[in-house]
């Protein structure tokens, strides 16, 4: 069955020191990989994906296939990226549809 | 500029009640989704849809159905609500141009059933 991990409910940090929230996908195949994004009071929201190769507020996260992990990393954490994050992949076999997402892990920048 | 709006930002139900939480996107999007987001327990898939009236059940089905009569809306009715329905329910709209395709969001619709 196709699941993914995000083994940190909660991660607290302290301004200025590096981040990383972790996300492990156990899928057939090779799917694609996102980071959404929930601020309070907000919608959530895509934060970035694998396929781009693009850094996001700091934030770049990478695919290591031999270990199946896609973890978020900032090298210096900032007080408005306290939010709730969430690790999506999506299979990337023909007809699927399906968008499912880990437990997500809260992330509390201490000032 | 608003992409996908859900009806309802509160809502306080009884018991046994039949429920309806609507969804509405502008974006032409083949693919809805209906989430439920509780601590601890991320979002998990109740329902989603590919097409007008085509649906397939998600993770946590039970208790729950859907309607998709215009590509545009997509409705999570609750036959009959019970306590344990209480949540942030999230609707979710995502176009058909590939797996890497961006998801959009509606604002929520956080329900308590008394």
């Known amino acids: 069955a196709q699941r993914v991990t995000q083994p940190e409910k909660l991660l607290s940090v302290f301004k200025g020191a590096p981040v990383e929230l972790k996300c492990n996908y156990s899928?057939?195949?090779?799917?694609?990989l996102f980071w959404y994004v929930q601020y309070s009071r907000q919608r959530l929201q895509l934060l970035l994906r694998h396929i781009s190769r693009e850094s996001i507020k700091g934030f770049t996260a990478d695919l290591n296939k031999g270990e199946t992990s896609f973890h978020l990393k900032k090298p210096f954490a900032q007080e408005e990226d306290s939010a709730m994050y969430y690790c999506?992949?999506?299979?990337?076999?023909?007809?699927?549809?399906?968008?499912?997402f880990g437990k997500g892990t809260k992330l509390s920048v201490i000032p | 500029d608003v992409k996908v709006t859900q009806s309802s930002r509160y809502l306080v139900k009884r018991t046994g009640e039949k429920v309806f939480l609507e969804c509405v996107q502008d974006m032409d999007h083949e693919n809805m989704f209906w989430y439920r987001q509780d601590p601890g327990l991320g979002l998990r898939l109740i329902y989603f849809s590919y097409d007008v009236k085509m649906k397939e059940k998600g993770d946590i089905p039970e208790g729950y159905s859907v309607s998709r009569e215009k590509k545009e809306r997509f409705s999570l009715i609750l036959e009959s609500a019970s306590t344990n329905q209480t949540s942030m329910y999230l609707c979710a709209s995502r176009g058909q141009g590939g797996y890497n395709t961006e998801a959009f969001f509606g604002q929520g619709t956080r329900l308590t059933v008394v």
């Open positions: 999506a992949p999506v299979d990337s076999g023909a007809g699927s549809y399906q968008l499912t």
């Open positions: 899928y057939s195949g090779s799917p694609e």
